[in-house]
């Protein structure tokens, strides 16, 4: 079956009972036993819940993994694998990542003694040199954030591997309808569900897929004493949103390309970076590793300074001016000032988050708007 069959039938089995064609949401807490110390399916809610369970089977198997487990949020799913590693440990990381999981690497899993560097994912070479001798972890996002740099992840799960370690990579920006990081050796893919499994800005979730029956018993190991699961109502909403990810995924990624060689021509703008244009550096690795489309995230460079650049992402009409991404709504943001404001000042410069920087999620609504919006607040 192809994935948008699978998205709406895999895991959406009728209720036998009933012949509901929609599984019913179980807020059951505890699930009453037959005998003492013999459990049936479910015991209890956090340690695993039936309408839970039909998402982590759908995005298991679009994933093309062994078992996942739903989160309360994108954060409480890294946290998990983080959870996973000891003191002593080192992880490196892609330098071009989301901010809160800068943050939770150096603020906070630091203190457990775990040690982070980051290094520039997308050269290879100089990525494997970043490998150190107690590396357990490489962490990488492909299209990167917020400078939608490609990353091959092939090449960084042999750079994982030779050295003994697992790779994991956060797939939210691709999501599995462009990008299936197991099938290109992966040990780990996370997701945002907040973002386009959910789909709709009312919802937050996160996700954890491992590729072996084993990684995924670990995983779920400290998943289940850690205890911050997905609640029924977000699992059924996010199963909801698996069904139309797919044509939601390639109509935003349709009209974000649109979008991106238009700003591609506009003179107020120094530069656009989209994997779908052919300039952008990692256009053919994306072409190659993205399957029929580039996504809905992009950002550019206004040809000014912070405060004209502040100007400008608070004048647009359409696009909302807020963090998050992937939802039928488009998204206009600063990263200086808004998503990656908790990266150190000297790390933002050093990775090229520049103050005139916009970043942009592009929703599901028609171009030409989308373009008139922008047209009004460049000026
Ligand atoms: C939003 C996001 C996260 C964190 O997810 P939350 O659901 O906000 O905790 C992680 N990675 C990426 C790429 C994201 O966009």
Redesign the pocket.
């Known amino acids: 079956m192809k994935f948008r069959t699978r998205a709406i039938h895999v895991g959406n089995e009728p209720c036998p009972q009933t012949g509901a064609v929609v599984p019913p949401i179980y807020l059951a807490s505890t699930f009453m036993q037959h005998e003492a110390g013999k459990w049936r399916d479910f015991d209890y809610s956090r340690s695993g819940n039936p309408t839970r369970s039909c998402f982590e089977h759908t995005i298991s198997e679009l994933e093309g993994g062994a078992g996942a487990m739903a989160f309360a949020?994108?954060?409480?799913?890294?946290t998990c694998v983080m959870a996973m590693l000891k003191s002593g440990d080192h992880v490196l990381c892609g330098s071009d990542?989301?901010g809160?999981?800068y943050r939770l690497l150096h603020k906070v899993s630091n203190r457990a003694g775990i040690e982070t560097s980051l290094a520039d994912s997308t050269d290879s070479v100089a990525f494997a040199k970043a490998i150190q001798p107690n590396t357990k972890l490489v962490w990488i996002?492909s299209p990167g954030?917020p400078r939608m740099t490609i990353t091959d992840i092939a090449a960084c799960a042999k750079i994982a591997h030779d050295a003994g370690a697992l790779l994991g990579v956060?797939n939210?920006?691709a999501t599995p309808v462009l990008t299936r990081p197991i099938e290109l050796g992966a040990d780990i893919v996370?997701?945002?569900?907040?973002?386009y499994i959910g789909g709709h800005s009312d919802i937050?979730?996160?996700v954890l897929v491992a590729n072996t029956k084993e990684l995924y018993d670990e995983l779920y190991f400290v998943a289940n004493a850690t205890g911050a699961i997905m609640s029924p109502l977000e699992s059924y909403l996010c199963s909801r949103g698996l069904k139309t990810l797919e044509l939601r995924v390639r109509e935003q990624s349709k009209t974000a390309l649109l979008l991106a060689e238009w700003l591609d021509t506009h003179p107020r703008v120094a530069c656009v970076r989209y994997p779908g244009l052919p300039t952008h550096p990692g256009h053919d690795l994306a072409a190659k590793q993205m399957e029929g489309g580039f996504g809905a995230m992009m950002s550019f460079d206004l040809d000014g300074s912070f405060d004209d650049t502040k100007r400008v992402v608070e004048s647009t009409k359409l696009f909302h001016l807020a963090?998050?991404?992937?939802a039928v709504e488009s998204l206009i943001e600063q990263p200086a000032s808004m998503?990656h404001a908790s990266y150190d000042a000297a790390d933002r410069a050093k990775h090229g988050i520049t103050d005139g920087m916009i970043r942009l999620s592009v929703g599901l609504e028609d171009f030409e708007d989308l373009r008139d919006d922008l047209t009004q607040a460049i000026g």
Do not use: R
């Not at 949020?73 to 890294?78: D, K, L, R, S, V």
């Not at 963090?323 to 992937?326: K, P």
């Open positions: 949020t994108g954060m409480a799913a890294t990542i989301y809160g999981t996002e954030n956060d939210t920006f996370m997701h945002s569900a907040t973002k937050m979730g996160g963090v998050s991404l992937g998503s």
